[in-house]
């Protein structure tokens, strides 16, 4: 997996929420990103998941150049994200669920292809017991795993996690970050929001810090931590 973005900006009317940013990810590499509310962090997500158009700059992800892509394009190209806000569709079962993002990446592969690999994402959630339960019925920290199945179902190479922890009872909160953990051995690479900072600190290969729309550090969590 190669991301690579040069000089990102994104304006909200007089707001410059993002001010000419540039990173680049490779390999499966799991970045924390930082920084006190209203830096531009969710910005960028929506930016890459193709909510927004960037009004300036470039993205790259594998080489192909995905700035401005529809959510869904941005998905075939294998790039996952979950909600800051929990979107799971809330009268429908927790295996429906699974079945819209997978049946809407590829309906030729057809409903049965996708019912067996709802069962392998629901197995590795060890939410199997829940298939038939509705999300509206499911705790704030079950909708964020049940969210996290949804992205799993197209197996994507990079997923974006915003705020995964955020509301999360703490029993549930060291599931999500083992199967984050599992994921990432498994060679997946991970763009993470947290406020929470022990756990992000903790997971983190490398920190980006946002302020005001730009990227104030970018390093490892030992240095960023030590950077006044
Ligand atoms: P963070 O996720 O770091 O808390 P955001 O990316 O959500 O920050 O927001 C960055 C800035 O952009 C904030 O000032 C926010 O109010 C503004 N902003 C974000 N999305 C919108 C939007 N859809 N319309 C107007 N302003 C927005
Ligand atoms: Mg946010």
Do not use: C
């Amino acid at each position: 997996m190669e991301l690579k973005i040069q000089d990102l900006a994104k304006n909200f009317g007089g707001i410059r929420a993002l001010k000419g940013i540039s990173i680049t990810l490779s390999g499966n590499e799991l970045v924390g990103l930082i920084g006190p509310n209203g830096s531009g962090k969710t910005t960028l997500v929506n930016i890459i998941g193709g909510i927004y158009k960037p009004d300036k700059g470039q993205i790259f992800f594998n080489g192909a150049d995905i700035a401005g892509l529809k959510p869904n394009k941005v998905t075939k190209h294998g790039i996952g994200r979950t909600f800051q806000v929990t979107r799971a569709f809330r009268r429908m079962t927790v295996r429906e669920n699974l079945l819209v993002p997978g049946m809407a990446h590829d309906p030729q592969r057809g409903r049965e292809a996708w019912e067996e690999r709802g069962r392998e994402v629901l197995e590795f959630l060890m939410m199997d017991h829940l298939r038939n339960d509705y999300a509206r019925n499911l705790s704030g920290g079950q909708q964020k795993l049940l969210e996290l199945g949804q992205v799993l179902m197209t197996d994507p190479s990079l997923i974006m996690l915003d705020e995964p922890f955020a509301g999360v009872h703490p029993k549930l909160m060291e599931t999500i970050f083992d199967y984050i953990t599992t994921l990432h051995s498994g060679g997946k690479a991970f763009i993470i929001v947290s406020h929470d900072m022990d756990s992000i600190f903790t997971l983190s290969e490398r920190l980006i810090v946002l302020s005001d729309g730009d990227i104030i550090a970018d390093g490892d969590p030992e240095t960023v931590k030590h950077d006044e």
